[in-house]
């Protein structure tokens, strides 16, 4: 099974939006997974929505929010804590 999965990071808004929508009408993926980290959070939830309501309307859904938090060392050598969300589409029932 292929990873149809959409990093959110600080690329233009539409790139990951057109990625989504790529996903599911060229790739024709049941289900594709936004994922984002920190900062990128909120893009994450905007590229979904927009996704969903504006090019995907009808079709597709959000079947699940995933929210947790990962650990790393910062450049520094720090540790910190960072929050991390994957939001799944999936293709409505027809």
């Known amino acids: 099974m292929a990873d149809n999965s959409v990093f ?27 994922k984002a ?3 990128f959070i909120s893009r994450a939830v905007d590229v979904a929505e ?14 699940g929010i995933e929210i947790d938090s990962e650990e790393f060392q910062n450049n520094e050598g720090k540790d910190v804590r ?12 027809e």
Request: aromatic letters at 8%.
């Open 8 to 34: 959110v990071g600080n690329k233009n808004f539409m790139n990951y939006v057109t990625a989504v929508v790529m996903q599911f009408t060229t790739k024709e993926a049941k289900e594709v997974t936004i």
């Open 37 to 39: 980290r920190g900062k």
């Open 50 to 63: 927009v996704a969903t309501k504006r090019f995907l309307d009808g079709q597709v859904e959000v079947k």
């Open 82 to 93: 960072v929050s991390t969300i994957e939001i799944t589409l999936t293709k409505k029932k």
